[in-house]
């Protein structure tokens, strides 16, 4: 099994993670991408080598902005979703009292 070491400049510690497979490694003019399979996280998203979310523990980063939000409004029906890349938003929404959610 490969081990992927994340390499976040601001971490005192190191994490090492196993890979299971390798779904896609690419270089833009901005970053480094890298989606891979992990036994433990399911899929993980890797930006310059700091994982950003994986698919175990995301809900934590929505169920914080979007309920927060929803429970600030006193009557949320309607929800328009700007952006959203990876659905988390537009999911949460739907175990609310919104009725309509829009994404873009």
Avoid at 37 to 58: A, C, K, S
Avoid at 61 to 73: D, I, R, S
């Amino acid at each position: 099994m490969i081990k992927f070491f994340e390499k976040d400049p601001y971490a005192p510690i190191q994490y090492v993670y196993e890979v299971s497979n390798i779904l896609h490694h690419s270089k833009s003019p901005f970053q480094e991408i890298m989606v891979v399979e992990n036994p433990h996280f399911g899929r993980m998203l890797i930006l310059d080598g700091v994982v950003q979310i994986t698919e175990r523990d995301e809900f934590f980063y929505h169920e914080m902005l979007v309920h927060v939000l929803l429970h600030a409004h006193p009557n949320p029906r309607k929800v328009i979703v700007i952006g959203g890349g990876d659905g988390g938003w537009s999911e949460r929404c739907s175990n609310t009292t919104v009725s309509k959610r829009s994404t873009s």
